[in-house]
């Protein structure tokens, strides 16, 4: 009975903690993928603005 008790508690505790630590990793995960993708398109903006430019002169 106790250790199925302590086993109870313990997942509470997990669940409390991991959540949060969890969420915290999907949320750094996301907004690096967000930077990278934003990093992406305005590396393609720099060279294709030029591009459409000269291609429309």
Same mark, same amino acid.
Do not use: K, S
């Given at each position: 009975m106790m250790?199925?008790?302590k086993w109870i508690l313990t997942s509470l @505790?997990? =669940?409390f903690f &991991? %959540? *949060?630590i969890l969420a915290q990793f999907? +949320? +750094?995960v996301i907004a690096m993928l &967000? @930077? &990278?993708l934003a990093g992406i398109i305005e590396v393609c903006n720099i060279f294709i603005t *030029? =591009? %459409?430019y000269l291609l429309l002169n």
């Open positions: 250790q199925n008790r @505790v997990m =669940t &991991g %959540i *949060p999907l +949320a +750094a &967000g @930077v &990278g *030029p =591009t %459409i």
